[in-house]
């Protein structure tokens, strides 16, 4: 049996919301201030600081954000995160033994969730604030029980 991809994700993008409100908050705030201070080495200090701002604020989440991924196979379910030193976890989904999902905050609001998949003797596999979490314990039940509907080329996306 080929293996085929089912469903890649990543975490909900609303982790993604206030690193880029505070991008629009630097960027309001540099127009507003633009040229305003006398001395030269004011300006340029100023816009320093706003680039210090957004890459610890804004690149930091961002990436950390998209260096995570989830794999969801017909035959295995893969973790993958990091972003010089990538880590790859991965549960065969012979060895599921039971899929969980768990809400906390606002992921009930948002139909996220973190998706625990238990393995029969190591330590669960967590898909952390999974968008549409239901659908993804769904699918993964539907795969590990064998009556997922064959995909072919096309892909689910949740």
Do not use: C, K
Not at 103 to 120: I, M, Y
């Amino acid at each position: 049996m080929t293996e085929t991809v089912v469903a890649r994700l990543r975490p909900h993008a609303r982790a993604l919301f206030w690193p880029t409100l505070l991008l629009l908050a630097v960027a309001a705030a540099l127009g507003f201030l633009a040229r305003t201070f006398s001395e030269q080495w004011q300006n340029i200090t100023m816009l320093s600081v706003a680039g210090a701002v957004v890459l610890v604020g804004w690149l930091a989440p961002l990436l950390r954000w998209s260096s995570r991924s989830y794999t969801i196979t017909t035959r295995r379910v893969i973790v993958s995160s990091g972003l010089v030193a990538r880590r790859r976890d991965e549960v065969l989904l012979s060895r599921i033994s039971g899929v969980a999902v768990e809400r906390r905050g606002l992921q009930a609001v948002f139909r996220s969730g973190d998706v625990v998949v238990n393995e029969e003797s190591e330590h669960p596999l967590v898909l952390a604030d999974v968008p549409s979490a239901g659908l993804v314990q769904a699918a993964i039940h539907d795969l590990v029980e064998g009556t997922a509907p064959s995909f072919g080329d096309d892909r689910v996306r949740a």
